[in-house]
């Protein structure tokens, strides 16, 4: 399984000027409305609508972090701004109609719109007053299947995904060139790896998530369906995969690969065709280093969901199996690590995390140590610390502890 695509240090903002609308950790889902789509917050859809998008059916959704409140919707024939105003209300601004089908919406750097438009077959600009110009001319290697595109900030170009191909827009060029082929069905959505630099790709009929390395090298991130009829992809901030589906249902992948339905839109209930998570709910960085066991490192990963309200899980690697474990949690760090190695025999081992709140549990038969948690709205400005440890079952006097890590609210 392919580590969280977010680095362990990625500073994440929390918006303090935000909505009690809209918050880090919401995420919109559209799927084929004329008029409506939903905002799921820890596992709840909230529904918002208008009298109509003011075209066909809905493609896409995108969040807009400079104004907090609104959300880009694309489809067929539109692109408007749907603003929140209170629980389950909205104002609808048309954008512009003249676009074939919208199917994935991205933002440049200087506050445009990349659209991959389906209608056309098109890479599409929009700018913020509706004006709409094309970014690839003519003929392209995508032929007449462009199915979604995204803006990549690291490295400006487009990426742009048709049956069963990836192609690359490189800036100031209007033709795309071939990345990857074979992809065994539509691709549905494109997203980016920030740390690697790697291409994130569903496809559709194969039910696969791909990565696409810069050589073009294609590999599963999880095994084939282990999503079925995935369609729409974004990020969280934990690096966790949220993969839309049919019947409105939505899937958080962590790092184990493990698919958990998180939400189910019921505005409208159809097929997911568009996510837009809502960055800034916390962020995450790695302390130190984890030791070894006679596994392997004993690596801590943090994943679930960070949103305020949402249960978060820490989980580390590599420990004896059926053995007693600890996990370490504290509002502080220490300011010196302490090394275990010359007091408790753990050889390359120090604890990171003032130990203020100890829990007690038992690592699985895989050697696997987890600790879940809820937040609540007293997190909010606070850092959390955590750190496991455990027995090791050749030498029951020693044990291993992990890396620490830092969960900021």
Known sequence: MTAPLLPLSTPLLFCLAASAQVLPGDLAITGFSTSAFGIARSGTVTGYATSSFGGGTSQAVLHDPTTFTDFIVGGFGFVGRATITGPGTMTYTPITTNIGTASQLSWDPSGNLIVADAGTDRVRLV????????????????????N?????PITGDIIVGNQGGVYRLAPGTTTGALIAGGLGGYTSNVQFDMLSGDI???????????????????????????VPGPNALQIDDLGNYLIGASQGNVYRVDATGTATLIATNTSPSSTVSGLAFVHGGCSVQSIGTACSSAIGPTSLVIGGDCSIGGLLTTTSYNHSPNVLGVTVLSLAQLPVPLDLGATFGATGCSL???????VGGLTDGAGELHFDFASNNTFL????????????????SSFTSSNAAVVNY
């Open 127 to 146: 700018t913020p007053t509706g004006v709409v110009s094309n970014l690839s001319i003519g003929p392209q290697p995508w032929g007449t299947t462009l």
């Open 148 to 152: 979604c595109g995204a803006y990549n």
């Open 381 to 396: 400005g606070q850092a959390m610390y955590v750190q496991h440890s455990a027995l090791e079952a050749t030498q029951l």
């Open 200 to 226: 994130l790709v569903t496809v559709l009929q194969a039910d696969r998530l791909v990565r696409i390395d810069g050589n073009g090298i294609v590999s599963d991130v999880i095994p084939p369906g282990t």
């Open 352 to 358: 990171y995390v003032s130990p203020d709140v100890l």
